[in-house]
């Protein structure tokens, strides 16, 4: 697992060191020696006394103790290698860059266990195999280039993929985000992403942790411990933004082919992450903008001004942020008055402020400072400053950074002119600053980041549930759909309620129950799955002939066992459920009943075990959320027990593991009561 070795070595040995730069073996050495490597460097090459310069030993025999070594050699050399290291020259931190392990053959995969073997054994760490290496303030262990900037507070990046970490590097460089760590898992052999994540929510020191993580994940190989870390690092202050490729059904062939990743359910994944409080990104562009975004003072409100020299950019970012639920609110009054006469004629300080082409750096000041101290309702600045190349810009920067050092609000700096003003956007940069070029890309992210959900609260236990019922119902129960009884019996032990019902088998029982009940009542098919698709249920009957001539007509049904009688309901439609996620557990899911589950889509999910309040928010995310809570005058429904059920479901998934899929569809409520009328349950042993 990860060590001091790995973090902060003494000496590297590069094994297979080449002068050939263009080879892993050369470019890595090459890397170590542009970063300055402070501690001991040695090669290990067979046919070679010195490579670039550095000591090379022809065997290991000669070498001395070494911490870290970098492997670049063919597969089938490394596990002798690695031995002889770890056993003999103390080696307890290992990077292999080689590929032709597990990703290749079974051959390959052998070979990978037997390095796992020795390296457990001496309790040490390897990085890979098929990997691009590691970055950290201390030295540079990759084979690729660029090498970002690496500072303390730059942000923990960890890859599932080498080469996109080098594409998400970099996007992210021009824009001047840097990095603290760089961690290429490769194959994962020992250490996966969660690994790594485990082992940074675990060393976080809150004077000089990074508190900005990036991860691109491929396949989440162990949920529970994504959620936990990722979880516990947002509590403690940290940022994390994530891409989890392989979640359309396209993307997950591609995945599979690429280092043999299966995509696991996307929904999960969104699920997963909206629980950790991580904020999901889907391209290169956007993780490095969010993580850009992390980088600024939090936004604490929705009220964003935008401030520019220039009109287009003001207006596309208004519509982004407006369309995202922030607001550029009006700006006016006396302090608004006082802030115009500053300006020149023409200029307009409404929101967006609008300094026009000819700004200068003194104007920007003075709408900065009005902005933080006159405008209190202000949350947060945009400044869109770019150059049409007339004249240059190095003092509105050098304002611009002045104001980001003094003002409590964040403050965004948009500069566009990345050709125009290229020399000053570098010097704004080399003062440790990030430049978002593109408003709307921005724009998007800012959007995303303040929606962000906190972590999840631990779900919560109901008391009143039924251990004892449950589990003897699961236990005598066999694999498939449960029959109306036994999934009345599920539904009463976990508390959901439920409208009465009686099952017939003969038309005197139907009318005899009808008249119990009391008309209006429901009749429905007992057998098929299905049950209105195929005439099986009929609302709304109201007399005894009714129900003769209808006991008559269904009974007739193919593989039908029995007719089930119901009272008559009102109320909306509801759907709820939960599905087993293989390695992520349940996902319980709840929606709109009837149509808009199936026309619509329109379904929320969230992993169990469920709190009231993530429930809760499930069902206010829903996009028909204004059905629930009641429109024009309808009525809408008990939200509170909606959400009890979703919760109570919950509970009963972690009672009975075994349920495989669930679906109450439709629950039918109104202001006082929800209460399912059709039910399905189906275990899988
Ligand atoms: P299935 O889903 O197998 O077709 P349901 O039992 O869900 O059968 O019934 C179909 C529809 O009939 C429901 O979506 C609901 O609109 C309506 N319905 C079912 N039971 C009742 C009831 N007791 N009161 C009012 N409407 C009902
Ligand atoms: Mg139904």
Redesign the pocket.
């Known amino acids: 697992m990860i060590n001091q070795q790995l973090l902060k070595p003494s000496g590297i040995v590069i094994v297979g060191g080449s002068d050939d730069v263009r080879k892993p073996g050369g470019k890595v050495l090459k890397n170590l020696l542009d970063g300055f490597f402070p501690g001991d460097l040695y090669v290990l090459n067979p046919k070679m006394d010195e490579v670039q310069g550095v000591k090379s030993f022809r065997d290991p025999s000669g070498l001395p103790d070494v911490d870290l070594a970098i492997l670049a050699i063919a597969a089938k050399y490394c596990p002798e290698t690695v031995r002889v290291l770890a056993r003999e020259k103390n080696t307890r931190a290992f990077i292999i860059l080689s590929a032709g392990f597990s990703e290749e053959s079974e051959e390959g995969a052998k070979l990978e266990n037997q390095i796992v073997e020795i390296i457990d054994e001496v309790n040490g760490c390897l990085i890979g195999p098929n990997c691009i290496g590691f970055l950290n303030e201390h030295y540079h262990g990759v084979f690729t280039t660029p090498v970002p900037k690496l500072e303390p507070e730059g942000c923990d990046f960890i890859s599932g993929s080498g080469a996109t970490a080098v594409f998400i590097m970099e996007s992210g460089m021009p824009k001047g985000l840097s990095f603290s760590s760089v961690y290429s898992v490769g194959n994962s052999a020992q250490i996966g992403v969660e690994d790594v994540l485990k082992y940074l929510d675990e060393s976080f020191d809150p004077a000089t942790s990074s508190r900005v993580k990036l991860l691109y994940i491929e396949s989440v190989e162990k949920p529970d411990l994504l959620l936990k870390h990722a979880s516990s690092l947002i509590q403690k202050g940290c940022k994390i933004a994530a891409i989890k490729a392989g979640g359309s059904e396209a993307g997950s062939r591609a995945a599979t082919s690429h280092t043999g990743a299966l995509a696991s359910s996307d929904m999960a994944v969104d699920a997963l992450f909206r629980k950790a409080g991580i904020v999901r990104c889907f391209s290169r562009e956007e993780l490095t903008t969010v993580a850009s975004v992390f980088k600024h003072k939090e936004l604490k409100g929705k009220n964003v001004a935008i401030i520019t020299h220039a009109g287009g950019p003001a207006v596309m970012l208004t519509d982004v942020l407006s369309n995202g639920g922030l607001e550029i609110p009006e700006i006016s009054g006396p302090k608004a008055d006082r802030l115009l006469e500053k300006l020149s004629p023409g200029s307009s300080v409404s929101n967006p402020i609008d300094f026009l082409a000819t700004g200068t750096a003194e104007q920007l000041g003075a709408i900065i400072d009005a902005c933080e101290h006159d405008f209190d309702f202000i949350d947060a600045m945009v400044v869109i400053f770019g150059s049409p190349g007339l004249f240059p810009v190095f003092d509105v920067y050098e304002l611009l950074d002045k104001k980001m050092q003094t003002c409590k609000k964040p403050i965004y700096p948009v500069l566009p002119s990345v050709i125009n003003v290229k020399e000053e956007i570098e010097a704004f940069l080399a003062k440790g600053r990030i430049n978002f070029p593109d408003e709307v890309v921005l724009g998007e992210a800012l959007v995303k980041v303040f929606h962000a959900p906190a972590p999840a609260k631990p779900g919560d236990e109901l008391k009143d549930i039924n251990h004892e019922q449950i589990r003897n119902i699961i236990e005598e129960s066999r694999n498939g759909y449960l029959v109306p009884e036994k999934v009345q019996q599920l539904l009463d032990a976990a508390g959901i309620s439920q409208?009465r019902?009686v099952v017939v088998h003969s038309r005197e029982g139907a009318v005899k129950e009808a008249e119990n009940l009391r008309f209006p009542?429901?009749m429905?098919v007992v057998g098929?799955?299905?049950?209105?698709?195929i005439g099986?249920?009929v609302?709304?009957i109201n007399t005894r002939t009714q129900v003769e001539e209808e006991f008559e007509r269904m009974i007739q049904i193919n593989e039908v066992k029995g007719i089930l009688i119901?009272?008559?309901?009102?109320?909306i439609?509801l759907f709820a459920g939960a599905k087993q996620e293989p390695k992520f557990g349940h996902l319980i899911l709840c929606g709109l009943?009837?149509i808009f589950i199936e026309v619509l889509k329109d379904v929320k999910a969230s992993l169990a075990p469920l709190s009231m309040e993530e429930a809760g928010s499930m069902i206010k995310d829903l996009r028909g959320y204004g059905i629930v809570k009641g429109v024009r005058g309808q009525d809408g429904v008990n939200e509170e027990q909606f959400a009890e059920i979703l919760v109570r479901i919950s509970n009963l998934v972690k009672i009975a593991p075994e349920i495989y899929e669930m679906d109450i569809?439709?629950l039918?409520g109104n202001r006082d009561r929800v209460v399912a009328?059709?039910a399905r349950i189906r275990i899988e042993k």
């Open positions: 409208t019902e009542v429901v429905k098929p799955v299905h049950k209105s698709d099986g249920v609302l709304d119901q009272p008559m309901l009102s109320g439609e009943g009837g569809n439709p039918l009328v059709d």
